[in-house]
C-alpha cells in the first residue's frame, strides 16, 4: 500500500487521477482520527492523506469567514480564531488531533449544534479534487451565496466517497463574553425528561442542553440521570440562568471546559456506539433502553449509546420497539454484521451522487455503513 501526501491540490488531484487511470482503489483521509467511524474502508492500493494541506487561504475577521486547507488540524484553527475572539462552534469529536476536512467529510459536531448547527449550518464554500484530476470550487466567501450549485452539501458527510476536499470555507461565530455550565441531578429518566420540557418551554434558550443516563453520567464523574445545560452571553443574562436554575451545580473555565470535553469524547471512548435519531419526546424512551452508558442531545433528537460488543449493538438496533428510530452503528472497533439498518429511499440518490462522482467506485470503497 502506497501512502501519499500531496503538498498541494493539485499534485492531490493529479494522484487521484493516476489512481483512476490504473484501476486502483484509493483511501482518503485526513489524520485518521475517525477511521473508526461511518463503517471501515476496505482495502486500497494506495492512501492519499490531507495533511500536507495546512495552510489558511484567506481570513478577515471583519467579515466573520475563513478559509483554511483541508488538511489543517481542527484545534489549530480553533487557537486562530480564539485571538481574535471567533469560533466555528461545532465541537467535534477527536479534536485533539482531527483535521478540517476529516471534520467536513464526517459531519462532526457536538453538544452545541442545538443553538449554532452542524457543519452544513456553517460552510459556506470547499474546494476538491475529482478522479479525473480536477479542483473544483463550490460555494464561497460570503455568507448569502445564491451563484451555483451547493455541491459543498453532498460532500459534508460524504467520508471521502465522492471526491477529496482540500479546503473548507466557513462562517465564523463571535464567541460569548462568558459562558456557564449547569448540572441538574434525578432519580429517574422521567424526572430529567420532565425538567427538559420545562427548560425547552422557557424564556432562556441555552446553547448545549444535554442528558446522560447513570453509566454516562460515571463516565464524567457525576452522579444519577443527569442535564447539563450551557449558557452564554453578558453576566445579566447568565444571572438569569443563575435564578431561573438554582440549586443546579455551577461550572465555569476549566472545570466546564473539561466537563464538555468529556461528553464531546464520549463515542470515540467506546468500543461501539450506535447512534440514535428521535423523537424530541422520546428523551426518557432512549435513556430507559440503553443497557450502557448514553448520551443524548436533549434538545435535538440525537443520541449515542455505548456497547461493549458488535452483536449487542445489532441486537439493540434491530429489535422491533426500536423500528420508528433511525440507527447507525456509527463507531466501530471491530467489523460488525450490520452498520445501517434501514437506509431508505435516499440510499438510492446517494448511490446515484456516488456514481457521478467517482463511476468506477474507487474513493473509500466500504465507508458509510457499508453501503456505498
Same mark, same amino acid.
Request: proline share 6%.
Given at each position: 500500500?502506497?501512502?501519499?501526501?500531496?503538498?498541494?491540490?493539485?499534485?492531490?488531484?493529479?494522484?487521484? @487521477? &493516476?489512481? $483512476?487511470?490504473? *484501476?486502483?482503489?484509493?483511501?482518503?483521509?485526513?489524520? #485518521?482520527?475517525? =477511521? !473508526?467511524?461511518? /463503517?471501515?474502508?476496505?482495502?486500497?492500493?494506495?492512501?492519499?492523506?490531507?495533511?500536507?494541506?495546512?495552510?489558511?487561504?484567506?481570513?478577515?475577521?471583519?467579515?466573520?469567514?475563513?478559509?483554511?486547507?483541508?488538511?489543517?488540524?481542527?484545534?489549530?484553527?480553533?487557537?486562530?480564531?480564539?485571538?481574535?475572539?471567533?469560533?466555528?462552534?461545532?465541537?467535534?469529536?477527536? @479534536? &485533539?488531533? $482531527?483535521?478540517? *476536512?476529516?471534520?467536513?467529510?464526517?459531519?462532526?459536531? #457536538?453538544?452545541? =449544534? !442545538?443553538?449554532? /448547527?452542524?457543519?452544513?449550518?456553517?460552510?459556506?464554500?470547499?474546494?476538491?479534487?475529482?478522479?479525473?484530476?480536477?479542483?473544483?470550487?463550490?460555494?464561497?466567501?460570503?455568507?448569502?451565496?445564491?451563484?451555483?450549485?451547493?455541491?459543498?452539501?453532498?460532500?459534508?458527510?460524504?467520508?471521502?466517497?465522492?471526491?477529496?476536499?482540500?479546503?473548507?470555507?466557513?462562517?465564523? @461565530?463571535?464567541?460569548?463574553?462568558?459562558?456557564?455550565?449547569?448540572?441538574?441531578?434525578?432519580?429517574?429518566?422521567?424526572?430529567?425528561?420532565?425538567?427538559?420540557?420545562?427548560?425547552?418551554?422557557?424564556?432562556?434558550?441555552?446553547?448545549?442542553?444535554?442528558?446522560?443516563?447513570?453509566?454516562?453520567?460515571?463516565?464524567?464523574?457525576?452522579?444519577?440521570?443527569?442535564?447539563?445545560?450551557?449558557?452564554?452571553?453578558?453576566?445579566?443574562?447568565?444571572?438569569?440562568?443563575?435564578?431561573?436554575?438554582?440549586?443546579?451545580?455551577?461550572?465555569?473555565?476549566?472545570?466546564?471546559?473539561?466537563?464538555?470535553?468529556?461528553?464531546?469524547?464520549?463515542?470515540?471512548?467506546?468500543?461501539?456506539?450506535?447512534?440514535?435519531?428521535?423523537?424530541?419526546?422520546?428523551?426518557?424512551?432512549?435513556?430507559?433502553?440503553?443497557?450502557?452508558?448514553?448520551?443524548?442531545?436533549?434538545?435535538?433528537?440525537?443520541?449515542?449509546?455505548?456497547?461493549?460488543?458488535?452483536?449487542?449493538?445489532?441486537?439493540?438496533?434491530?429489535?422491533?420497539?426500536?423500528?420508528?428510530?433511525?440507527?447507525?452503528?456509527?463507531?466501530?472497533?471491530?467489523?460488525?454484521?450490520?452498520?445501517?439498518?434501514?437506509?431508505?429511499?435516499?440510499?438510492?440518490?446517494?448511490?446515484?451522487?456516488?456514481?457521478?462522482?467517482?463511476?468506477?467506485?474507487?474513493?473509500?470503497?466500504?465507508?458509510?455503513?457499508?453501503?456505498?
Amino acid at each position: 500500500m502506497r501512502i501519499l501526501r500531496p503538498g498541494t491540490e493539485q499534485e492531490l488531484a493529479e494522484a487521484l @487521477a &493516476a489512481a $483512476a487511470a490504473a *484501476g486502483s482503489a484509493v483511501e482518503i483521509r485526513g489524520a #485518521g482520527s475517525k =477511521r !473508526r467511524m461511518g /463503517g471501515p474502508a476496505a482495502e486500497a492500493e494506495a492512501v492519499v492523506e490531507t495533511t500536507g494541506l495546512a495552510k489558511v487561504r484567506q481570513y478577515d475577521p471583519r467579515d466573520l469567514t475563513i478559509s483554511v486547507e483541508a488538511g489543517m488540524r481542527w484545534q489549530e484553527l480553533c487557537a486562530l480564531l480564539d485571538e481574535h475572539r471567533q469560533m466555528v462552534p461545532l465541537d467535534p469529536p477527536c @479534536a &485533539a488531533e $482531527a483535521t478540517v *476536512g476529516g471534520v467536513a467529510a464526517t459531519n462532526s459536531c #457536538g453538544p452545541r =449544534r !442545538r443553538q449554532y /448547527g452542524a457543519a452544513r449550518d456553517m460552510v459556506i464554500g470547499m474546494r476538491y479534487a475529482t478522479v479525473e484530476g480536477m479542483v473544483a470550487d463550490t460555494g464561497g466567501m460570503v455568507v448569502k451565496n445564491v451563484a451555483g450549485l451547493d455541491i459543498h452539501k453532498a460532500l459534508i458527510g460524504s467520508f471521502g466517497t465522492l471526491a477529496a476536499i482540500t479546503a473548507v470555507n466557513f462562517k465564523l @461565530a463571535p464567541k460569548p463574553e462568558h459562558t456557564r455550565t449547569y448540572v441538574l441531578s434525578f432519580p429517574s429518566a422521567g424526572a430529567a425528561a420532565d425538567r427538559r420540557d420545562a427548560i425547552l418551554r422557557g424564556y432562556l434558550q441555552p446553547a448545549a442542553l444535554d442528558a446522560l443516563n447513570p453509566a454516562a453520567a460515571a463516565l464524567a464523574g457525576l452522579e444519577g440521570f443527569c442535564l447539563l445545560l450551557r449558557a452564554g452571553g453578558p453576566e445579566p443574562l447568565l444571572r438569569r440562568y443563575d435564578r431561573e436554575l438554582e440549586g443546579a451545580e455551577r461550572l465555569e473555565g476549566e472545570a466546564e471546559t473539561g466537563l464538555w470535553r468529556k461528553v464531546e469524547e464520549f463515542a470515540p471512548s467506546q468500543p461501539f456506539v450506535v447512534r440514535v435519531g428521535h423523537p424530541i419526546a422520546a428523551l426518557r424512551e432512549v435513556l430507559e433502553a440503553a443497557p450502557g452508558p448514553c448520551v443524548c442531545r436533549a434538545g435535538t433528537g440525537i443520541s449515542y449509546l455505548g456497547f461493549d460488543e458488535s452483536a449487542r449493538a445489532v441486537q439493540w438496533m434491530l429489535a422491533p420497539e426500536r423500528a420508528s428510530w433511525a440507527r447507525l452503528l456509527e463507531w466501530a472497533s471491530a467489523p460488525a454484521e450490520i452498520y445501517w439498518p434501514d437506509p431508505g429511499l435516499e440510499l438510492d440518490w446517494m448511490k446515484k451522487i456516488k456514481a457521478a462522482f467517482d463511476p468506477k467506485g474507487l474513493l473509500n470503497r466500504g465507508r458509510l455503513y457499508g453501503r456505498i
